[in-house]
């Protein structure tokens, strides 16, 4: 059983039918009967905005939900999320904590945006993939989370 997470920029990918969306979509097999696929409450809110900021007409918004409705979300409000989200931020700037093994935080510090945050606390707590087409996950994998790196401009993936 695989778990994924998927980021913004990747569900912005579906709505547009982009091809290398479809593409991760085979890679990772996300639409295999043994995935778990979710996203974050913070996904939804960016691509509401995002539709605001880009005019989307009624087609459009129509293709975000219907995409949006594919698969289960995680709301922030968990306390679980809460105590992870103190624990990444404060390991970001960089500042040790006791989790996870005591690895060190990074030097320099790599603050995060907020949404990020959220959405790579969301993937750490459920023990999910996150797939995003943003790098600024990076400094996270293999200590907060597993995170994979979907390239738009060439069409595949890596690690």
Known sequence: MSNFLLDTG???GFCRSAPWALQARTVHGLGEPEATVF???????????L????G???DRRTRLRE???TMPVIDINDELILEAYA????WTHGKSVIFPDSTPPPKPAIPMKQNDLWIAVTAHVSGAVLLSTDRDFA??????LKFVYVDQTQMTTNH
């Open 87 to 90: 624990q990444i931020d404060t």
């Open 51 to 54: 539709a605001e900021k880009f």
């Open 39 to 49: 996203t974050s409450i913070v996904c939804h809110g960016e691509l509401l905005s």
């Open 56 to 58: 989307w007409g009624r």
């Open 139 to 144: 400094h996270l994998n293999d200590v907060w």
């Open 10 to 12: 990747l569900l912005l």
């Open 67 to 69: 995409v949006l409705a």
